[in-house]
């Protein structure tokens, strides 16, 4: 069993930045890969990036790569989602999971455990 919090959204404006965390509970944090994704209001849940257990293999999403980088401190139990040039468009809740299956990491469905969400709003 992970649980999952994440903290650091709030209000900034475009062109801003923000550090996500997200604090994992349980022995086997360095087991999962982690994935962030989002959902604005109205649309789908969205990937943004996920990044494997020994934090060499990362993958992003079109939309945030060049701008958001993911990582992870295993010694913490904790993944971050650093995002940079923040557009109005990015505004969203952010949600962190964690996935056992290391081959299907844009994919929800591949992440067993959920945070709560964070959100995130970015204005113009």
């Known amino acids: 069993q992970v649980q999952l919090v994440e903290s650091g959204g709030g209000l900034v404006q475009a062109g801003g930045s923000l550090r996500l965390s997200c604090a994992a509970s349980?022995?086997?944090?360095?087991?999962?890969?982690m994935g962030w994704f989002r959902r604005a209001p109205g649309k789908e849940r969205e990937f943004i990036a996920s990044?494997?257990?020994?934090?060499?293999?990362?993958v992003y999403s079109d939309s945030v790569k060049g701008r958001f980088t993911i990582s992870r401190d295993n010694a913490k139990n904790t993944v971050y989602l650093q995002m940079n040039s923040l557009k109005p468009e990015d505004t969203a809740v952010y949600y962190c999971?964690?996935?056992?299956?290391?081959?299907?990491?844009?994919?929800?469905?591949?992440?067993?455990?959920w945070g709560q969400g964070t959100q995130v709003t970015v204005s113009s």
């Open positions: 999971a964690a996935s056992a299956n290391p081959t299907a990491v844009v994919s929800g469905w591949a992440y067993t455990y």
């Open positions: 990044i494997g257990w020994s934090a060499v293999n990362t």
């Open positions: 349980g022995r086997t944090f360095n087991s999962y890969t």
